[in-house]
């Protein structure tokens, strides 16, 4: 998937096309979330930031039971 002659925005929306296939809904909140890493980097403060929005908006999802 990843391919060193393409640039980051490049390979950023193939690999966001080929969440989108597997789980539309979490490629959803993924990429709702991922401008937290990408502006900051990977320093803690921003994966806590980032796993905290992203664990947040999963808790917020119906379970299967909500959903019947």
């Known amino acids: ?3 060193a002659q393409k640039s980051f925005d490049e390979n950023l929306a193939t690999f ?3 969440c989108e ?3 539309a809904e ?10 937290i890493l ?3 980097g990977a320093d803690r ?3 806590s930031r ?3 929005q992203v664990n ?3 808790d917020a999802l119906p379970t299967a039971e909500q959903v019947q």
């Open 1 to 3: 998937m990843f391919d």
């Open 16 to 18: 966001k096309t080929a």
């Open 21 to 23: 296939e597997l789980d």
């Open 26 to 35: 979490c490629a959803k909140i993924l990429f709702d979330n991922i401008d």
């Open 38 to 40: 990408i502006t900051h």
């Open 45 to 47: 403060d921003a994966r």
């Open 50 to 52: 980032f796993n905290a």
């Open 56 to 58: 947040a908006a999963l």
